[in-house]
């Protein structure tokens, strides 16, 4: 399955992803080929919808103490939701979808998560500090919110002018 990223201002990413049913071979596939755009692309986190497929599916991967993203600590969420947040904290930002740019966002520290693996087995996890950051910015990718749709007006009006900026001056250079 070959995949690619679905960058801003692509109007899919604004789409809505459904819940999964069948876990099946398919499923796996729809996996695995996520994990290998993840990695080749230095991300930590991507969800289906960036990949084109409206489904309720993440995956996660926060590299180590080395920096190194083993595939032990893989984590796949299938039909993820939150249910309990706790406390405040601001993080810089990225996205595999809006490359390049970079935005200071309030998230909630700490975070319960009721999930389904790969499998469909129902799991919890408790996430504290950039794990749930990044679980966080991948659920809103599934309810169709970019980490920019949280931005004040006037940073956004910044940032559009700044994307657009960014855009041309790459057409331009492969011209």
């Keep these: 399955m070959k995949l690619t990223i679905v960058e801003y201002p692509d109007k899919k990413l604004k789409e809505k992803s459904k819940a999964i049913e069948k876990f099946d071979k398919e499923l796996h596939k729809l996996l695995d080929a996520m994990y290998e755009v993840m990695i080749k692309s230095n991300g930590i986190g991507l969800a289906a919808i960036q ?13 180590d103490e080395n920096d190194t993203q083993p595939l032990d600590n893989l984590i796949e969420m ?3 939701t939150i249910v309990q947040r706790s406390g405040e904290t601001v993080y810089q930002e990225g996205c595999l979808s809006v490359p390049s740019f970079y935005e200071d966002i ?12 790969r499998e469909g087995s129902a799991q919890t996890l408790s996430a504290d500090g950039l794990l749930s950051i990044a679980i966080q910015h991948e659920i809103d990718h599934l309810n169709g919110i970019l980490f920019i749709d949280k931005l004040s007006y006037s940073r956004r009006k910044k940032f559009e002018k700044e994307y657009k900026r960014v855009q041309k001056e790459k057409k331009l250079s492969k011209a």
Excluded: C, S, T, W
């Design 51 to 63: 990949v084109g497929h409206a489904k309720q599916v993440l995956i996660l991967n926060i590299p």
């Design 78 to 80: 299938i039909n993820p």
């Design 106 to 117: 309030d998230r909630h520290e700490k975070i319960i998560v009721h999930y389904h693996d």
